[in-house]
């Protein structure tokens, strides 16, 4: 055992699976800003308080954060999600609204590590600031949907909810307080310590003994106002029209505190794991004032990268992406002359390779069939007296010798045929 491993709930992303993760992030970044969204980086750790905001009747809160005094004496968290950082920089520049950004990066929550859950964990995801408009629901959600459909998986369940508007949810979690109050002792005990902190989340509990008594609980659409119930149902419609299926849940509650009216989680059932929820997300009117802006509407998802990738495992697709070579450099005469034509071959905007260390022909023919070249590159002391190449294809085609002069723009050309 070496002395030092990556620490729980943390991994290394080790190639092949890092190019994975990239092409993920591309493939995303693709389908959003192809509907206008522009990208945004923010900082990993920030003022604790922006992160407070999320409630602090929420596990992600008062569990799980990584907060520190830092040296100048700042209390700091390392980010656990970036909605709340997308709406405090959106009160620190004042951008023109809408605002339609969407991010990529780590996250990071103090949980108990497991199989898809992890201390540091990836999202991607969007934000937009500034609409209350149904229609915008049912795009936000459809670009989830659309970005799951391109990696190819089939086994994603949409389930959406709506959790009313502000007063509606305040009356619903009264009801629903009182309600668990009176069955109280037929919960269980997690669920009973629950329901003093968020009576909410008594909804999420997956133990049997407390099935019945949340089945008998009541729904938040009997507490529906006039507005949000047509909001909803204008959502609900506008999938309909875009074939996008979906289940409603009226358990749906979502994790954090800030969920008001339409919200919204997919869930892969090719995962058997406890961790099958790939992406969530929904409206959160409130949390611009609640970090100091104007009332601002804003809706999002993020997209859990690390639990999709399982799920892709689980469904057998969007594998890596080919990392093979287009050109391999064989060398015999001791590699100056594959150092120069390599780095003339990556000029080109070739994915060029060579061997190194003076090794036999046999031995670099040899790692150039690993690196799955289209054509290799020999240059031997007869070539190199002679100021050629043979230019040689691995399929087995025929080889031929050029001049030197002549090599990048012939390699160029048998690649972009063979490609
Ligand atoms: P969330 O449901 O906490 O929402 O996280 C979204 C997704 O991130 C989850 O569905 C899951 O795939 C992944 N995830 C969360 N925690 C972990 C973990 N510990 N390990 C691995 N994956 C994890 C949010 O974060 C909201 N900010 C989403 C949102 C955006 N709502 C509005 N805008």
Redesign the pocket.
């Known amino acids: 055992m070496p002395e030092f491993q990556t620490t729980p ?1 943390t991994r290394d992303i080790l190639p092949p699976d890092a190019r994975r993760w990239r092409s993920f992030v591309d493939v995303f970044a693709g389908v959003v800003e192809s509907a206008g969204y522009e990208q945004i980086i923010l900082p990993m750790f920030e003022d604790l308080g922006v992160f407070q905001r999320l409630g602090d009747a929420t596990d ?1 809160v008062t569990k799980e954060m990584y907060d520190f005094v830092d040296k100048g004496g700042r209390h700091i968290a390392l980010r ?5 950082g997308v709406c405090r920089s959106f009160v620190q520049h004042h951008p023109v609204v809408p605002w339609k950004v969407w991010y990529a990066g780590p ?1 990071f ?1 103090y ?1 108990k590590a497991q199989q ?4 540091q ?1 990836d ?1 991607v ?3 937009v600031l500034g609409i209350d408009d149904p229609q915008l629901d049912v795009e936000v959600i459809s670009l989830a949907q659309t970005f799951f459909d391109s990696l190819g998986l089939r086994n994603v369940t949409l389930h959406i909810n709506s959790l009313g508007d502000t007063g509606d949810r305040a009356r619903y979690v009264e009801a629903l307080a009182a309600y668990f109050r009176a069955h109280e002792v037929e919960l269980s005990q997690e669920s009973r310590v629950t329901l003093g902190r968020n009576p909410l989340r008594v909804l999420d509990s997956k133990r049997a003994e407390d099935a019945d008594v949340i089945a008998q609980a009541p729904s938040i659409s009997e507490f529906f106002s006039p507005q949000a119930a047509q909001h909803f149902a204008a959502v609900q419609e506008g999938l309909a029209l875009l074939n996008i299926d979906f289940v409603v849940n009226d358990r749906l509650v ?3 505190d ?2 008001r009216s339409t919200t919204f ?2 869930v892969s059932t090719a995962l058997d794991a406890a ?1 099958t ?6 409206r ?1 009117d409130g949390l611009v004032e609640d970090l100091g802006g104007e009332s601002t509407p ?7 990268l ?3 990738l399982l799920a892709c495992d689980a469904e057998g697709v969007f594998a890596a992406p080919d990392s093979g070579a287009d050109v391999f450099v064989v060398d015999t005469t001791g590699g100056r002359a594959a150092l120069r034509l390599a780095a003339d071959l990556r000029t080109a905007g070739l994915h060029a390779q060579r061997a190194y260390g003076a090794k036999s022909m046999k031995s670099q023919m040899k790692t150039a069939n690993k690196s799955r070249a289209v054509v290799a590159v020999i240059i031997g002391e007869d070539e190199l007296a002679r100021g050629v190449a043979t230019v040689r294809p691995m399929d087995g085609g025929e080889q031929s010798e050029y001049p030197l002069d002549q090599v990048v723009a012939t390699v160029v050309d048998i690649v972009k045929k063979a490609r």
Do not use: C, K, S
């Open positions: 709930g992600v656990p999600e970036q909605t709340a996250n929550r949980e898809g859950r992890y201390r964990f999202q995801g969007v934000e979502r994790g954090l800030y969920y989680e997919f961790q929820a790939v992406g969530g997300g929904g959160y804003g809706i999002g998802f993020a997209i859990g690390d639990r999709t």
